[in-house]
């Protein structure tokens, strides 16, 4: 009986992972699908003839310098994320700061709140500060909007750390930031992946900061590239998804890289 709910169980997961990766695969295949075996009455689910003019023709379309802008914005914005949120959120877990209840209400509201809400005040403060059509504009916005998150998530694992550690550490000679840098960080390693992941993907799929901060068409990143690539394609849409495809390519591959330790994090966090 345990046998049988066992496969029952591995085959529904099996059927839910081909239900959310067919996308994935039909934007793949039509990437190197022709505009007529696109379009024909019959789909095929294998490209008849594999054609990588889509490809070749967006990689002439300046797709090297939005693969550029977005590793920008995403690589900066994942760094400020985590030098602000993983000391932030140790020190919520571990010292007695006053107000920190409502500290920590405003980052869960903050989570509440629509993009679209902070772009006008966003705009006038980059405006007056000269960041408009810049990196910083975007970079600034999407690490604004990942700090709260990563500092909900981290507290939670420092607080399950426990004290004796620290403790040892200081018997030992270790000051509390050395104590900080040479024990909780190693420590807390897995859900600093996690939070680092989760900022990182966040900003690579910005679209709305990066064209409202940047009017300068060679700062957008990917995805502002891919939006303005559906006007001048039309229905061109082996073009339009081999774009996607070469957007989702670096996700993939971090994915994978990661996945050990996005899995131990994510684990390790919910248990604590």
Known sequence: MQKRKEW??????????????????????????SQSEIFQSTPTFWPKDFQFTSFIDIFKDNVGQYFLNSFMIAGLATILVLVLAVPSAYGLARFKVKGKNPMILLFLVTQMLPATVILTPLFIVFNNLSLLNTYWGPVLTCATLGVPFSVLILRTFFLGIPKELEEAASIDGCGRFRTFIRVIVPISYPSIVVCAAISFFFSWGDLIFSMTFNRNQDLWPLTAGIYNAIGRYGI?????????????????????????????????????
């Open 8 to 33: 029952i169980l591995n085959i529904l997961g099996i059927l839910f992972v081909l239900i959310f990766l067919f996308p994935v695969y039909w934007m793949i295949i039509t990437a190197f699908k």
């Open 236 to 272: 061109e849409w082996n073009d339009l998804m081999a774009f996607a495809t070469v957007s989702v390519l670096p996700v993939i591959v971090i994915f994978v890289i990661l996945q050990k330790q996005l899995v131990k994090g994510l684990v390790s966090g919910s248990i604590k």
